[in-house]
């Protein structure tokens, strides 16, 4: 699990009511991990915090790019990153992840670190197929010298490799 310092949102003096915080999500957060698939990031994250009684809705809102191996030529290539999700907090006796959504935090807790959440939801905005962009002619992005190699390799004419 991820714990940064950088990203934790100190909520024991704040009032009931909806709070606002700003992060810049860089490399270095994703570096933590060794088997990170964003190798480079400028994200931008505004997470609104909305604290209650006895619980706080907390929603998370990314935009941003990040930099990813592409699937086919194996070259770096930036993505864009964008998600809107919510999770919830509630307050039990001891910290434990409840499910995907609801995070149970203990009480002697005053900070909520939300870092790992931002590596998490980066991953999942990215698209399920991670390859360079095609221009405008129709020419992907992808290195030529690779396409090169892979239509070498090819037993079926796939015009994708253009």
Not at 7 to 21: A, C, D, E, T, Y
Not at 82 to 99: A, L, N, R, S, W
Not at 134 to 159: F, H, Q, W
Request: proline fraction near 3%; glycine fraction near 4%.
């Amino acid at each position: 699990m991820i714990r940064d310092k950088a990203f934790s949102i100190p909520f024991k003096g704040l009032k009931q009511g909806v709070h606002r915080f700003d992060f810049e999500v860089s490399t270095s957060l994703f570096q933590q991990v060794e088997t990170s698939e964003i190798l480079g990031a400028e994200i931008s994250a505004e997470v609104i915090l909305d604290k209650k009684s006895n619980f706080m809705e907390v929603q998370f809102l990314l935009k941003g790019v990040a930099t990813v191996i592409c699937d086919r030529c194996l070259d770096p290539v930036d993505l864009p990153v964008e998600y809107d999700g919510k999770i919830y907090v509630k307050f039990g006796e001891e910290t434990v992840e409840q499910d995907e959504n609801l995070l149970i935090l203990s009480r002697a807790e005053d900070e909520l670190d939300v870092s790992q959440y931002l590596y998490e939801f980066a991953h999942l905005s990215l698209p399920l197929k991670r390859v360079h962009a095609v221009d405008e002619t129709g020419k992907s992005g992808c290195n030529p010298e690779m396409l090169a190699k892979l239509r070498e390799y090819l037993i079926d004419d796939n015009s994708e490799l253009n």
